[in-house]
């Protein structure tokens, strides 16, 4: 099977879904269509279900998507469910700032 070009306009586009997706999930969201995804990230529907269709199907028509199920599969996309170990080298002011920085919340260890 041929596997499909993604745009680079799309890959941009998914971490911004995924942010946009955790913060809904911080407020408790359950469940969210693609017209208020758009209206949230100045994208329209049709975009957003475009994009979201590149990698199979997240939502359902009259349901919209899952909004854990749906951050959890752009996390996978996106590699963030990997765990990436990481060396500093260097002590001078951005080694040490990225020393200071939290990595885990974003899956680096």
């Known amino acids: 099977m041929k596997q499909r070009e993604i745009s680079a306009a799309v890959i941009r586009r998914l971490p ?3 942010r946009y997706l955790g913060e809904l999930l911080q407020n408790d969201v359950v469940r969210i269509s693609s017209k208020e995804l758009s209206n949230r990230m100045k994208v329209t529907a049709s975009q957003i279900r475009q994009d979201l269709n590149n990698f199979g199907g997240f ?9 854990e199920y749906l951050h959890s599969e ?16 260097g002590a001078g002011n951005l080694g040490q700032a990225l020393a200071n920085y939290n990595f885990e919340k974003v899956g680096y260890h």
């Open 16 to 18: 911004r879904y995924y």
């Open 59 to 67: 939502g359902q028509q009259g349901y919209g998507y899952n909004v």
């Open 74 to 89: 752009i996390g996978k996309i996106l590699g963030l469910d990997v765990q990436h170990n990481m060396i500093i080298i």
